[in-house]
């Protein structure tokens, strides 16, 4: 079966303000069964929060080899489904546990008033920082 988890790292004093983790509930459309990923793996994830944006999944196996990798989603409001193209080496997907890391840029939740807005912070694996 594969097995997906979803790893963040630790944030390091972030600032006042700043998102430093988000709930997303992620599944696999395609089922859990590695044989049916040939060349790629369709991952839908649904934020809980705020939209995110530059959204990418990356999978790794728990030695830390990249297996596959999405491109950059701009901007995730509702559900989004994201493909992780497989490399050649791990066509088809083999049994086995593996590391689902979700990166991008959740939107600040915006004060009413338009002078203390912020920016937009990064969450896991890149240090969390403000803008």
Request: net charge positive; with cysteine.
């Amino acid at each position: 079966m594969l097995a997906a988890a979803i790893v963040f790292a630790a944030p390091q004093a972030a600032q006042a303000g700043c998102i430093t983790r988000l709930a997303v509930k992620v599944s696999l459309p395609d089922g859990p069964y590695a044989g049916a990923y040939t060349k790629q793996i369709r991952v839908r994830v649904s934020p809980r929060g705020p939209r995110i944006a530059n959204l990418r999944a990356v999978l790794y196996t728990f030695s830390g080899q990249r297996l596959g990798a999405s491109r950059p989603r701009p901007a995730v409001r509702g559900t989004a489904t994201l493909t992780v193209r497989l490399q050649r080496m791990v066509r088809p997907l083999q049994a086995g546990a593996f590391t689902l890391v979700l990166t991008g840029n959740p939107t600040a939740i915006v004060p009413a008033d338009p002078s203390r807005r912020r920016g937009s912070c990064a969450f896991a694996p890149a240090p969390t920082s403000c803008r």
